[in-house]
């Protein structure tokens, strides 16, 4: 069975800011994917950044990176220079059935 | 790339009739695809999985008579909730998967009303 936890229900951060949001996972599988994907108030679920387990090098895609602690079971989210339009529901999932945790709603203050 | 369209995107319908909900990957094959449900201000909770050309596995606890799930072809999955009642009322979101990158892309949801 795979979990995945979430411990920040609500997080904010003041625009042009960096923010960290928090995952933890547990899973059997030897060969994975961990992921973040955001949801705006559309309710639209986006891939913001994907990371595959074997791979030690930390994934980024511009403003967003991911700090993959595989040994610790940690995947953290980090936001730079955080926008009015990243102001969403952030769910962290792992698998290729994709266990979601329960989410961190992220809010940017102006 | 990666679009995945659902349709409709919002159905109201009376109590004891059925509905169905449409799922298509636009612009590349799926060889997987999931359906999801959505509680207000809670997680994804997934249904189901379904590959082309064979039966859907559920998730334990959903009904499989209830929710009728067909993948017919590498681009369109279609969900029926059969004979709905109130508490099926909910946000259905469905996602693809295609061979290569290993990653869910999702469609925009339907908005469930049972009157």
């Known amino acids: 069975a795979q979990t995945v936890t979430q411990s920040q229900p609500e997080m904010s951060v003041q625009e042009a800011e960096t923010v960290t949001l928090s995952c933890t996972y547990d899973t059997s599988e030897s060969d994975y994917y961990l992921f973040w994907y955001k949801q705006p108030p559309s309710r639209q679920m986006i891939l913001v950044i994907r990371?595959?387990?074997?791979?030690?090098q930390n994934a980024t895609e511009n403003r967003f990176s991911v700090n993959f602690q595989k040994a610790a079971k940690s995947f953290s989210l980090k936001i730079s220079d955080s926008q009015l339009g990243d102001a969403a529901m952030y769910f962290c999932a792992s698998g290729s059935r994709l266990t979601f945790g329960e989410g961190t709603q992220l809010t940017v203050n102006p | 790339g990666a679009v995945v369209s659902q349709h409709p995107s919002r159905v109201i319908c009376k109590s004891g009739t059925s509905v169905k909900i449409e799922c298509r990957s636009l612009?590349?094959?799926?060889?997987?695809m999931f359906w999801y449900r959505q509680f207000p201000k809670q997680s994804l909770m997934l249904m189901a999985t379904?590959?082309?050309?064979?039966?859907?596995?559920?998730e334990q606890g959903v009904e499989k008579d209830k929710f009728l799930i067909n993948h017919a072809s590498l681009t369109l999955s279609t969900l029926t909730v059969t004979s709905a009642h109130p508490e099926d009322s909910s946000f259905y979101i469905c996602s693809a998967r295609p061979a290569r990158p290993e990653t869910q892309y999702f469609g925009p949801g339907t908005r469930l009303l049972v009157l």
């Open positions: 379904s590959n082309e050309g064979s039966k859907a596995t559920y």
């Open positions: 990371q595959e387990a074997y791979k030690q």
């Open positions: 612009d590349f094959q799926a060889t997987t």
